[in-house]
Nanobody
C-alpha cells in the first residue's frame, strides 16, 4: 500500500522560506508524477506543483512560479518543495500526492504552513 508522509511545515514570517518533504513508500516510484497541493483556511484544495519521477520535469501553479521549486530524490523516494518569499496567502495545509494513470490516487496526511505578516 502506498504511503506518503509530509514534513517540514510550521510557522514562518512573510518573506521567509520553508522546505517541505514527502517520503513515498509502498511501491516502485519510477514513473508518473508526484504533486503538491494545498488547502487554505476555508477554501478548497488547489494544485501547487508537480514533478515527473522519470525525467524530473516540473510544473507550477501561476501563484507560486518563481518562488517555489519542486525536486525529487529518486534514490530516496522523496519529493521536496522549496518555498521562498512566502506570503500570508500561502498559509494552508500542504499535501503530497502520487499520480497513477492520470489521477491523483494517493495522498499524505498534510502539513500545516502558516505565514504571518
Amino acid at each position: 500500500q502506498v504511503q506518503l508522509e509530509e514534513s517540514g511545515g510550521g510557522p514562518v514570517q512573510a518573506g521567509g522560506s520553508l522546505r517541505l518533504s514527502c517520503v513515498a513508500s509502498g511501491r516502485t516510484f519510477s514513473s508518473g508524477d508526484m504533486g503538491w497541493f494545498r488547502q487554505p483556511p476555508g477554501k478548497g484544495r488547489e494544485f501547487v506543483a508537480s514533478i515527473n519521477w522519470s525525467d524530473g520535469s516540473p510544473y507550477y501553479a501561476a501563484s507560486v512560479k518563481g518562488r517555489f521549486t519542486i525536486s525529487r530524490d529518486n534514490a530516496k523516494n522523496v519529493v521536496y518543495l522549496q518555498m521562498n518569499s512566502l506570503k500570508p496567502e500561502d498559509t494552508a495545509v500542504y499535501y503530497c500526492a502520487a499520480e497513477k494513470a492520470g489521477s491523483w490516487i494517493n495522498w499524505g496526511q498534510g502539513t500545516q504552513v502558516t505565514v504571518s505578516s
